[in-house]
Every structure is written in C-alpha cells, then in structure tokens.
C-alpha cells in the first residue's frame, strides 16, 4: 500500500478570497477616490493661485514701502546702491526672486549678481506690469515655462517692485498631475468590469454550483461532490468540507440502515427465544402441573392422603420454578427493580445477578444521590446491563467496575472491566457493518437521552465505557 503523501499544490496569491475582495472592491474605490480628490483639487487651482498672488503682491508691496522709507532717509540712493543690503538675498519661496527695475526695464536688483545688468524682455505682462502700481499678471520665461509676477510701485518713483514665481511652484504638485484625471478614472472602471469578470469565474459561479449541490441535498438526493468546481482556495476548502460531510451522512444512513435491519432482526430472534422458552419450560411447567393435580386429585379419591400430599409438595416446587423462570422472563423485557425500588437500588441488584464464578462487580456511587428523569434513568441502566453483558459474554474479564457519578449538572455512568479488549473504531457505525449492535445500540440510547458517550479499549488492556447524561 502506497502512503506516499500527497501535498495540495501551493496556492497562489491571487486565488484566495481575501485576495479577490481587495481587487474586486477596495482598489477600483481607491482609484476613484483618489480621481475625485484630484477633481477636487482641480476645481480648487484657481482658489489657491489667488491665496498665492495675494501673498506674493503683499511681499512686493511690503518691500516697495522699505525701499521708500529708505529712500527718504537716504539709506538707499536714487541710483540703487544700497538695494543689496536692505533686500537680501531676494529669495522668496524655493524659486521665487525679487526684482526691482526702473520704468525702462532697467534691472536695479537681482538676486543673481551676474544678471544685474540685464534688460528685461518687455513682453505684454511685464509693460502691464510698468503702466499700473500694483496687481499681479501672468508672463513667460526665457525658457517659455509660466511664471507669476506680483509687482508694487516704491513710493513717489518709477521703480517697481517684482516678486516672480514660477506657476508650477504656486500651484500645488498633486494638481500637476490633473491632465491624468480622465485616464484614471478610465483605469478605474477597466479594473472594476476586470475584477468583477474574474470573481464571476472564482467566486460566484463555484458558489452557484455548492448552492445547487445542497439544494439537492435538501430534498435528500445526496449529490456527488468529487468533480472540483474551482474557484478561491475558500471554496475549494468549503467544498472538500460539503464532499466529506457527504461521505459522513452516507456511512451513517448506511450503518443506520444496517443498525435498523439488525435491531429487526434481533426483536423477531429475541421474540422467538422468549416463544421457545415459554413454550418449552412455562408451558411444559403448566403440563406438568395439571397432571400432578389431576394425580393428586385421584389419590385423595382413593383415599391416598400421603401420596396426594406428596404430589402437592412437588408440584408446590415446580410453581416455584415456573414463577422465577417467569420473573427472570419478565426482567430481561422490563427492569422491575428500576420501577420499583429505583435507579441505584436497580443497579445494584443488576450487578448481583451479573456476578459469576470468574467475574466479580464492583460498585461504587460518588456524590451526593437523587432520583432523574425516567427517560435517563432508564438510559443508564440499559448502558450498564449491555456493558456488563459485554464483560460476561465477551470480554472474557475477570473484574469490573460500575461507578455512578452524581454531578451537579450531569450524571456520568461508566463500566470498566479487564477483559480482553479490542480495537475502536474510528467512527462507532462500523460496528453495525459487523454485527456488533451494543454499541452502536448505547450510543443511540445516550443520545436520544440527550448525553454523550465514550468508548476507550485496546486489545488486552480492558474496556472502559463511560456515558454522560445531562441531570
């Protein structure tokens, strides 16, 4: 027999649930909202270009009224000297400058020192820019990007004061990326009708197919579970989960099948013994009885008292017999004791009447006693009878011991003897496959009682069963 293992293939990242969640939902919703927050910052460009040129106009002017107020005091001569000292490095931002030029163009400051020297491009923004005191507009670099120029006039003079940033430093990184908006949002959807695709071919037609297989399940066709519907490891593991329940409930109809068959046939075989015993001691027993009378009857008619008492004594022992025949016949149907002296009572007489010659029964009763519903109590006692049955008949024990457990929420009945033992199957309905009901037959007992119940043996080291009733 080959026990080679066999291992489940790995499976990959993408086929698990999980997995199919996150792509199906949680990442097209991501897309999308990050598209809306770059709508969103879109719709605000404009806001935020003014918020930067009011600063950047505000920054000008408050640097035309230093070079004014320096100009009067003489800190700075009319021909720009002293400019360098009183701006700084005219830096505003990472890349913005401060420029201060004349009517003409002319540049008085830079913060590059090479460029002082220049002349401005006079381009339309920047001879706005020189007709008005004030305001910001919008011009072009020598290298044709964008740029903002918020510009004041110094005082009384012609001079004007440049604050120039660049429009990619002004406007927000994120909204750069605003020309992308319609692709995202276009990659959104792909992904989305993608997923959804794919989760139809992993999720919900293998979903589909379990569902149809356990419809037919309800209606008691039990369905054969062995082709693989595919799907996310989840699914896979839900159907391996559906086809093992399957084999489970077929091994359990089929013992139950067998089980019903045996008990069957056990009742028709248990009646036709309680027919032969009756037939073949009771009724030969009421034979024998008439005849004696008739003989006792016909000696006293000859006037044989002696020989009539003699037959009356005889008779007298075979009533005797007849009714513990009889009684023995009646115990095994119905357990008397139990009836009318009660459950510990009951068990007690039962392991008087087990005990032989070769077995010898303990009894032993832990906590504190009390009557429990007929049902269990008739459950336990019918485990204890086939346990002690089994020890006698079966076990070949010599010693056993019946200990009743009195708990506060349960009664636990168990029989251990020391007998020969076997090997327990793994599910108890294989029992029933060879002919062995007791069992199986204490397990549906306890069950129908509401309890449970544990079977321990080894072949040449005894066995142990305990059963648990709810008190």
């Known amino acids: 027999m080959d026990c080679t293992e066999v291992t489940q293939p790995r499976e990959k990242w993408y086929g698990r649930l999980q997995v199919q969640l996150w792509l199906w939902f949680v990442l097209p919703v991501l897309l999308v909202l990050v598209a809306l927050t770059l709508s969103g910052a879109y719709n605000n460009q404009e806001a935020i270009r ?9 920054v000008a002017q408050l640097y035309a009224r230093q070079i004014s107020d320096a100009l009067t005091h003489g800190t700075v001569a009319p021909d720009s000297v002293g400019l360098d000292l009183l701006i700084g490095d005219g830096t505003v931002g990472q ?15 830079h913060p590059t020192t090479n460029d002082q020297d220049n002349q401005l491009r006079l381009d339309s923004a920047l001879r706005q820019a020189l007709d008005s005191d004030t305001g910001t507009v919008q011009g072009t670099l020598a290298d ?28 927000l ?20 009708l993608l997923f959804i695709d794919f989760s139809l071919h992993t999720v919900v037609r293998p979903l589909r197919s379990l569902a149809e297989a356990a419809t037919q399940h309800t209606w008691g ?26 084999d489970r409930i077929r091994r359990y109809q089929e013992s139950m099948r067998n089980y019903v068959d045996a008990v069957t046939q056990g009742q028709e075989a248990e009646r036709t013994r309680i027919s032969h015993e009756l037939h073949d001691e009771t009724v030969q027993d009421l034979i024998a009885t008439t005849q004696r009378l008739q003989l006792s ?39 008397i004791y139990l009836e009318d002296l009660g459950f510990l009572p009951a068990l007690e007489m039962l392991a008087q009447e087990s005990r032989g010659a070769e077995l010898s029964i303990e009894v032993i009763i832990e906590g504190e006693s009390r009557r429990l519903p007929p049902a269990t109590e008739l459950a336990a006692f019918r485990v204890a009878q086939e346990a002690l049955a089994n020890a006698v008949q079966h076990a070949d024990a010599h010693h056993a011991t019946l200990r009743v457990s009195f708990g506060a929420r349960e009664l636990v009945l168990s029989v251990e003897d020391d007998g020969v033992g076997f090997m327990v ?10 002919g062995h009901l007791g069992l199986v037959g204490m397990r549906e ?4 009682a509401g309890g449970s119940l544990d079977v321990q043996s080894q072949p040449g080291r005894g066995t142990r069963i305990t059963a648990h009733f709810p008190a």
């Open 50 to 58: 003014n918020l930067s040129t009011e600063r950047d106009v505000g």
């Open 425 to 434: 199957p793994e599910a108890l309905n294989a029992l029933t496959r060879a």
């Open 144 to 171: 044709g990007s964008l740029t903002l120029i918020s510009f004041a006039t110094v005082g009384q003079t012609h001079w004007r004061v440049l604050v120039e940033e660049p429009v990619p430093e002004v406007i």
């Open 221 to 246: 066709d039990l369905p054969d579970l062995r082709q693989d519907v595919g799907g996310v490891e989840e699914i896979r593991h839900l159907q391996r989960v559906l086809r093992d329940m399957v």
């Open 297 to 335: 009857q016909r000696a006293l008619e000859r006037g044989d008292a002696q020989q009539a008492l003699e037959t009356l004594r005889e008779t007298r022992e075979l009533t005797q017999h007849m009714l513990g025949e009889l009684r023995r016949l009646i115990r095994a149907l119905r357990p």
């Open 173 to 192: 990184p994120l909204l750069r990326a605003s020309n992308t908006l319609p692709l995202l949002l276009v990659a959104a959807g792909l992904l989305s």
């Open 445 to 448: 007992r306890v069950a129908l």
């Open 95 to 109: 890349h913005g400058a401060v420029y201060v030029i004349d009517n003409t163009g002319q540049i008085l400051f």
